[in-house]
């Protein structure tokens, strides 16, 4: 079993920045990929950024060149940094670890204003 928590999200002004925290607890030696999805009001839940098999990285077109993601195995975190933040960056924000199975946070909500 893997506990993931996330923090750091909040309201801010379109072209702001937010850097979200997921912290893993459990069986983190276990976990191969991590990273964020987000899911907007009345829309499927998209992937943000993950880091695969604790290497590369991997990004949704619409955040590349204004978000990274950083992995930190040591403590089994991950961070996302939001820059250049856009209205429809909006949305529940979840961390995503993969072991054998999916494992998700609850979500923290970034609400970016226009």
């Known amino acids: 079993q893997v506990q993931l928590v996330e923090s750091g999200g909040g309201l801010v002004q379109a072209g702001g920045s937010l850097r979200l925290s997921c912290a893993a607890s459990?069986?983190?030696?276990?976990?191969?990929?991590m990273g964020w999805y987000r899911q907007a009001p009345g829309e499927q839940r998209e992937l943000v950024a993950v880091?695969?098999?604790?290497?590369?990285?991997k990004y949704a077109d619409s955040v590349k060149g204004r978000f990274t993601i950083d992995r930190h195995n040591a403590n089994s975190a991950v961070y996302l940094q939001m820059n250049s933040l856009k209205p429809e960056d909006t949305g529940v924000y979840y961390c995503?670890?993969?072991?054998?199975?999916?494992?998700w946070g609850d979500g923290t909500l970034v609400t970016v204003s226009s």
């Open positions: 459990g069986a983190t030696y276990n976990i191969n990929d």
């Open positions: 995503y670890a993969k072991t054998f199975v999916d494992y």
């Open positions: 880091v695969v098999n604790g290497v590369g990285t």
